[in-house]
């Protein structure tokens, strides 16, 4: 596997675009692969993730190195100034062309780590979605989407399309499967720096395989514009 690209760096932190497959903080047992904490470790030094994402997912994580760094991050996320904004290709056909879905979310006992909606003991969680374009790929229809989380529950993106009957594409868990892995990818990230509070904007193309290929790389140009108004959404995200 291929080391995480990195994107931003100096003295209090590190951005990086985190391949898919790889965790994002050293694993429970010898048999997973190196994180992106271990992999940093040897040219950057010891970092800390200030967030995480799902093993599967592919796209934009930002570390700290100082232990302030740490912290002035640990309060942007916690008082909601970070923005993240992520793009999916799905297996099917949206309802419309943009969305919200309000639907409360917690564990499912019977399938681990599988998340469900539960009205009753789930937490709130709240998705924005935004449909970009649609191709075909041999009998089914692929749609690509930008997406906002505005909560950030455990699977919250891939549970709330799989409710929508349109799963990611390369989603086991979910239902979705497929080659080329999961079709779901961080692709914007801004946050004040931890240093001076200047604005931290970034932005990272998926990967350069299917199912992303099935779309005109010209189109992300315009996905970037998408992704960009979800993320700067007056209602700040975790």
């Known amino acids: 596997m291929t080391d995480p690209t990195i994107v931003v760096l100096d003295e209090q932190i590190v951005v990086v675009d985190k391949p898919g497959g790889m965790p994002s903080v050293p694993?429970?047992?010898?048999?997973?692969?190196?994180?992106?904490?271990?992999?940093?470790?040897a040219g950057v030094g010891a970092v800390e993730a200030v967030h995480r994402l799902d093993r599967d997912t592919s796209g934009l994580l930002v570390l700290a190195r100082t232990p302030q760094a740490?912290?002035?991050?640990?309060?942007?996320?916690?008082?909601?100034?970070?923005?993240?904004?992520?793009?999916?290709v799905v297996a099917g056909a949206l309802p419309a062309d943009a969305g919200t879905i309000h639907l409360p979310l917690g564990p499912d006992p019977d399938q681990p780590p599988r998340q469900r909606v539960d009205p009753i003991l789930g937490r709130r969680a709240e998705s924005r979605w935004r449909r970009l374009a649609e191709t075909a790929d041999?009998?089914?229809?692929?749609?690509l989407v930008a997406l906002k989380p505005v909560t950030g529950r455990s699977h919250q993106l891939r549970a709330h399309l799989a409710w929508l009957g349109t799963p990611i594409v390369g989603d086991p868990l979910y239902g979705a499967g497929g080659s080329g892995g999961l079709a779901l990818h961080a692709a914007r990230l801004a946050?004040?720096?931890?240093?001076?509070?200047?604005?931290i904007d970034v932005h990272a193309a998926p990967p350069a395989r299917q199912p992303w290929s099935l779309f005109a790389a010209a189109l992300f140009d315009q996905a970037w514009h998408d992704v960009g108004a979800s993320a700067d959404s007056p209602t700040r995200d975790q």
Not at 70 to 88: N, T
Not at 138 to 143: D, I, N
Not at 191 to 199: L, Q
């Open 70 to 88: 740490r912290a002035a991050l640990g309060r942007a996320f916690e008082h909601r100034y970070v923005r993240k904004a992520y793009l999916a």
């Open 138 to 143: 041999g009998g089914r229809r692929l749609t």
């Open 191 to 199: 946050f004040p720096h931890p240093a001076d509070g200047r604005p």
């Open 27 to 41: 694993a429970r047992t010898p048999l997973d692969p190196p994180s992106v904490v271990e992999r940093l470790a």
